[in-house]
């Protein structure tokens, strides 16, 4: 389960990374940047050094948690659906 979250993550984070490297999202974060004075611009460097930082690992541990949050919800409706079809009831007895 983790390869596939490690995999997933790699791939989200590549196209996440690229599209940040677009001419346009560069033009229009330095024009909001440039809009609310230098700190805000000293804000979103820290913000990017962070996400380069801790970005990966982040979104490798939320696709680990979401890829188990559907594994036991598919696992509880098989049971639901089982218990239901009357798999889980003896022939003949109680």
């Known amino acids: 389960m983790s ?51 801790y970005g990966l690992r982040i979104l490798t541990a939320l696709l680990m948690l979401l890829i188990a949050s559907v594994l036991l919800t598919t696992m509880f409706l098989a049971a639901l659906w089982m218990a239901e079809a009357g798999l889980f009831t003896r022939p003949g007895g109680r």
């Open 3 to 53: 390869r596939l979250a490690h995999w997933l993550a790699r791939l989200l984070w590549g196209h996440m990374l690229w599209t940040m490297r677009r001419p346009l999202i560069r033009r229009l974060r330095r024009a909001t940047a440039r809009r609310f004075g230098e700190r805000s611009w000293e804000s979103v460097k820290r913000q990017d050094r962070f996400a380069r930082r």
